[in-house]
């Protein structure tokens, strides 16, 4: 462990200390020590989401898992993987296409972000639509208390169902419940072949019955996303070539029975397009707006109202689920953001902010109305970090 300095500051709080462990052992051993003399802990993968959530008010250590950045297992005849929390997602994929396989998220940032990072957050991107999110994917983890006990979950086989479902406990915890040490996951096969149709629409009417459409067929797309502005579906299929041509050739005929059409991206073109997709702006915030997938259209005429239209917007339009990304000052992000959590109440959508300016973060509740689990997730909180030395106050509820 060694003293923190301005380059290790977040948010342009320096951390009292820096520990960046190399093995769990290192690990427990910070932990311990945090324990026993009260220390908060912070823990930074390569730093993708360190300003999702409430702004910080101080951190006495900072830990760092890049070190813990191995592939630990991959039992291809299974179809799983365990790997170390500070791997990134890219790196990963890399050692796994050795046998033809992957772990099918895509996060924006994916090239950086850990597997920690996304698992803390459960961070998804297009493909959430066929394959799900982190919590979907994940069937074991093993992580550290904050009083450094090392706890396992899950398996590392696709079936094993036994004990409490840790794994996807810690998905989405925001590290409040202890340090991921690794997690394990189930695989898919590497996909031959890819082809997306870009579909320009009018106005959200079309893009509800477009979507609509699609959903109640039996194309499988691999994403069904919109993005605005300017308003349009994009329809995106991997498999093998044949399924991927006749799959878009369905498409296309369903489009061209709506009155619309659709362009082509392969190649090149098509992995620039996602590569792009989604890209936050520099300044402002970027708010996670969930609502039901019926009330996706009467969602985005809301936001056109209370935002004057100065806002852009994409996400999966067969989920109800998209990145709200805003410019303006904390009362301008605030009255938006209030007006969205007014007309989506708990249980029928929220407005989550992931990031944004620091004054705007304080000023505004980041996670909005829990419901009714609030209860019982500070109850898991007590139990696993009495203290709340973990990430303090960044969870959900502000746990």
Not at 30 to 50: C, F, I, Y
Not at 143 to 164: E, L, M, Q, S
Not at 170 to 186: N, P, R
Not at 272 to 280: H, K, V
Request: hydrophobic share 40%; glycine share 10%.
């Amino acid at each position: 462990m060694r003293e923190g300095t301005s380059a290790d500051a977040v948010e342009g709080i320096i951390p009292k200390f820096v520990a960046e462990p190399a093995s769990a052992e290192e690990v427990t051993a910070t932990l311990e020590q945090a324990a026993r003399d009260r220390l908060s802990v912070v823990t930074r993968g390569s730093g993708t989401k360190l300003g999702w959530g409430p702004p910080l008010q101080s951190i006495d250590i900072l830990l760092s898992t890049a070190r813990l950045n191995k592939v630990v297992a991959h039992r291809h005849g299974d179809l799983t993987a365990t790997i170390e929390s500070g791997a990134t997602l890219a790196n990963v994929n890399r050692e796994l296409a050795a046998h033809r396989q992957w772990i099918p998220l895509d996060p924006y940032s994916g090239d950086r972000a850990t597997i920690g990072g996304i698992v803390a957050t459960n961070d998804s991107g297009p493909r959430r639509h066929r394959y799900g999110a982190p919590r979907d994917l994940i069937i074991g983890v093993e992580f550290a208390r904050a009083d450094g006990v090392i706890a396992r979950g899950g398996g590392i086989v696709v079936k094993n169902v036994a004990g409490y479902d840790l794994p996807r406990l810690m998905t989405g915890s925001f590290g409040c419940l202890g340090v991921i040490l690794t997690a394990t996951f189930k695989l898919y096969p590497l996909t031959a072949s890819s082809q997306t149709l870009v579909v320009d629409l009018r106005d959200t009417r079309q893009l509800a019955a477009l979507a609509g459409s699609i959903l109640a067929s039996h194309l499988t797309p691999t994403a069904l996303e919109f993005q605005t502005p300017p308003l349009r579906l994009l329809l995106r299929f991997e498999s093998i070539d044949a399924s991927v041509q006749q799959q878009s050739a369905t498409a296309r005929q369903m489009i061209d029975s709506a009155g619309l059409s659709a362009r082509t991206v392969t190649g090149d073109d098509e992995a620039e397009l996602w590569t792009r997709y989604g890209a936050p702006r520099a300044a402002g915030a970027a708010v996670k707006v969930s609502a039901m997938p019926t009330e996706l259209a009467s969602t985005l005429t809301l936001l056109d109202r209370l935002a004057a239209g100065n806002y852009s917007a994409n996400g999966r339009a067969g989920l109800g689920v998209f990145v709200l990304h805003l410019d303006g000052d904390a009362a301008a992000l605030e009255k938006i953001v209030v007006g969205l959590r007014e007309s989506l109440p708990a249980g029928r959508g929220s407005a989550v902010v992931m990031k944004g300016p620091v004054d705007f973060r304080k000023q505004v509740d980041v996670w909005g109305p829990i419901g009714d689990g609030l209860p019982l997730m500070k109850a898991v909180k007590q139990r696993f970090d009495p203290d709340s030395l973990l990430n303090r106050g960044r969870g959900p509820g502000g746990l």
